[in-house]
C-alpha cells in the first residue's frame, strides 16, 4: 500500500472511534467532556488509567494496551497524523482498552481531572534546550507540578529518553528520591528490574531505535508522586 499523506491520515483518523481530536486549545475556562468521566464516558470498563504523552506513533501505547488489559490507556500528542499509526493498530488488534487524543500537552488539567490519572508516561520527549524555565519541556519540574494533580497519590512518572540534558535536569528537578534510574537502559541493569517492568523498558519506541542505530544510550528514572 502507498504511504497516506497527513491530510490522508487526518480523515481517517476522522473515522475511527479510537481517536479523539477536540477543538485545540481548550477554550477559555473549559474542560474536555471526558474530564473526570473518562471510566465511564470512554472506557468498556473502570479501570485505572495510564497517559503516554508525547506519544508520537502510538507504537508504546499500543504495547502497554496489550500487555495489561486490565488497565486502561490514553496516548497523547498533538500531531494527530503521528498517532494514526497506533490508533489503526489498537483498532486491528481490537484493543477496546487504549484511545488517542490530541492535546497540547500544556493543557493536560483541561482533560483529566484530580486523580484520574495512575501512571505516565514521557518517552523520548523533546528536550527543548532553549526552555530555561521548563515552560515547553514535558519533563520539567513544572510539568510534574501538573502531572502530580491529574495522578493518584504514588501515582508514577516514567522518564525514558537518549537525552542527556532531559535526564540531567530532570535528575537534578525531580530527586533525589527515585524508584529506579540509569544512564544505560539496555545494559547489564536491566536484569535486575523486576517484570513487568523490565519488558516494558526492553521494548523500543520508533525514535528509540533511531537512536541507538546511531549509538546513543538510552537513559530512564522514574519517581513516585
Ligand atoms: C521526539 S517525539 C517522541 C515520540 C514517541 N514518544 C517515541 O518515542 O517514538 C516527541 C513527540 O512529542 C510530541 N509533543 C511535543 N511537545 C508536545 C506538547 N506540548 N503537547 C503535545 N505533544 C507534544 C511531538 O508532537 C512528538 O510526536
Redesign the pocket.
Given at each position: 500500500m502507498s504511504r497516506l499523506s497527513k491530510r490522508q491520515k487526518w480523515v481517517l483518523n476522522g473515522q475511527m472511534e479510537r481517536v479523539l481530536e477536540p477543538q485545540l486549545p481548550v477554550p477559555g475556562d473549559e474542560c474536555f467532556e471526558n474530564r473526570g468521566h473518562w471510566a465511564t464516558r470512554c472506557f468498556a470498563k473502570d479501570r485505572p488509567i495510564t497517559l503516554?504523552l508525547?506519544?508520537?506513533?502510538g507504537t508504546?501505547s499500543v504495547e502497554l494496551a496489550r500487555s495489561f488489559p486490565e488497565r486502561n490507556f490514553v496516548g497523547?500528542?498533538?500531531?494527530g497524523h503521528?498517532f494514526y499509526t497506533g490508533a489503526q493498530q489498537a483498532e486491528d488488534l481490537g484493543l477496546d482498552n487504549l484511545v488517542f487524543l490530541r492535546?497540547?500537552?500544556?493543557q493536560i488539567e483541561r482533560y483529566f481531572g484530580p486523580g484520574e490519572v495512575s501512571e505516565i508516561w514521557l518517552?523520548?520527549?523533546?528536550p527543548q534546550p532553549k526552555d530555561g524555565k521548563g515552560t515547553?519541556r514535558?519533563t520539567s519540574g513544572r510539568f510534574v507540578e501538573r502531572y502530580r494533580k491529574l495522578c493518584q497519590p504514588g501515582g508514577i512518572v516514567h522518564i525514558k529518553t537518549d537525552s542527556p540534558l532531559v535526564y540531567g535536569l530532570a535528575l537534578e528537578e525531580l530527586g533525589p528520591n527515585f524508584l529506579y534510574q540509569t544512564e544505560d537502559v539496555h545494559g547489564p541493569w536491566l536484569q535486575t528490574v523486576p517484570e513487568p517492568l523490565r519488558s516494558l523498558l526492553a521494548f523500543q519506541?520508533?525514535?528509540?531505535k533511531r537512536w541507538i542505530a546511531e549509538g546513543r544510550k538510552i537513559a530512564y528514572l522514574s519517581l513516585a508522586l
Amino acid at each position: 500500500m502507498s504511504r497516506l499523506s497527513k491530510r490522508q491520515k487526518w480523515v481517517l483518523n476522522g473515522q475511527m472511534e479510537r481517536v479523539l481530536e477536540p477543538q485545540l486549545p481548550v477554550p477559555g475556562d473549559e474542560c474536555f467532556e471526558n474530564r473526570g468521566h473518562w471510566a465511564t464516558r470512554c472506557f468498556a470498563k473502570d479501570r485505572p488509567i495510564t497517559l503516554e504523552l508525547g506519544c508520537g506513533k502510538g507504537t508504546f501505547s499500543v504495547e502497554l494496551a496489550r500487555s495489561f488489559p486490565e488497565r486502561n490507556f490514553v496516548g497523547v500528542d498533538i500531531k494527530g497524523h503521528r498517532f494514526y499509526t497506533g490508533a489503526q493498530q489498537a483498532e486491528d488488534l481490537g484493543l477496546d482498552n487504549l484511545v488517542f487524543l490530541r492535546a497540547q500537552i500544556q493543557q493536560i488539567e483541561r482533560y483529566f481531572g484530580p486523580g484520574e490519572v495512575s501512571e505516565i508516561w514521557l518517552t523520548f520527549s523533546d528536550p527543548q534546550p532553549k526552555d530555561g524555565k521548563g515552560t515547553k519541556r514535558i519533563t520539567s519540574g513544572r510539568f510534574v507540578e501538573r502531572y502530580r494533580k491529574l495522578c493518584q497519590p504514588g501515582g508514577i512518572v516514567h522518564i525514558k529518553t537518549d537525552s542527556p540534558l532531559v535526564y540531567g535536569l530532570a535528575l537534578e528537578e525531580l530527586g533525589p528520591n527515585f524508584l529506579y534510574q540509569t544512564e544505560d537502559v539496555h545494559g547489564p541493569w536491566l536484569q535486575t528490574v523486576p517484570e513487568p517492568l523490565r519488558s516494558l523498558l526492553a521494548f523500543q519506541t520508533p525514535y528509540e531505535k533511531r537512536w541507538i542505530a546511531e549509538g546513543r544510550k538510552i537513559a530512564y528514572l522514574s519517581l513516585a508522586l
